[in-house]
């Protein structure tokens, strides 16, 4: 008998891989208008918005910066810190990142194997941060997530985004078990593996990394993922 009544997955990083759609998106966009980065490689472009897109997520969660603020405040930073300013192209930026974003999807590897042998021993659900139309958007593309699963929870429907209890606390009532015996997996230590205990729920990290408590484990290849949840 599974020790589990219900398991959620994180989509980013964890089921699809966005790391790589977000590189290759950045890198269309540099490729396809490179004057408005100045003189900066794309290994330059590219580490910057690695520093700045995590502080305006952080802040948008906090409810600090409002959706659009958050779309289009990355790129105006972005610029910024490149010395190129323009908000009209941070504006254009914001939709074309999205755009060229949505052509570079793909499944982590292993991962729809995984998701189809958890979902045939217990019931499933997906639990996402993200802008709604995005994450429903990779939905339509990679079908089976939604098809098995009972429950799909995106952040931004709901009103608060991982790791706030409030979106676990949603997530258990739609769950309908308790959540001592719910099993979130995902990448992030913040948003899925701290937000998860912080509801009283098991984690399962998606990381080569340990951390040290009871209710987590850790792994790092799918084909290993479903012999440790029973």
């Known amino acids: 008998m599974n020790k589990y009544q219900f398991v959620y997955f994180d989509l980013d990083d964890t089921l ?12 269309t966009l540099f490729q396809e208008q490179t004057d408005l980065f100045g003189s900066n490689d794309f290994p330059d472009v590219y580490a910057a918005y690695r520093k700045i897109n995590p502080v305006v997520w ?7 910066f409002t959706k659009i603020q958050a779309k289009v405040g990355r790129f105006e930073q972005l610029l910024a810190a490149m010395g190129r300013p323009d908000n009209e192209a941070s504006l254009w930026l914001a939709d074309a990142y999205l755009n060229r974003y949505s052509y570079h999807w793909q499944e982590v590897e292993g991962a729809i194997d995984a998701f189809k042998n958890t979902a045939a021993q217990v019931p499933v659900g997906i639990m996402t941060n993200g802008f709604s139309e995005i994450q429903r958007a990779k939905l339509s593309q990679f079908p089976i997530f939604d098809e098995l699963s009972k429950d799909v929870i995106v952040s931004e429907e709901v009103g608060f985004l991982k790791p706030d209890v409030r979106l676990f606390k949603h997530a258990e009532a739609a769950a309908k078990v308790p959540g001592e015996s719910i099993l979130h997996v995902g990448d992030s230590l913040s948003s ?9 729920w098991k984690v399962a990290w998606y990381s080569k990394e340990n951390y040290d408590h009871d209710d987590v484990w850790s792994f790092t290849d799918w084909s290993t993922f479903v012999d440790k949840l029973s």
């Open 16 to 27: 699809l891989d966005h790391t790589h759609a977000e590189k290759c998106a950045l890198q």
């Open 58 to 64: 952080q802040k948008y969660s906090a409810g600090e």
């Open 192 to 200: 899925d593996v701290k937000g998860g205990l912080g509801a009283g």
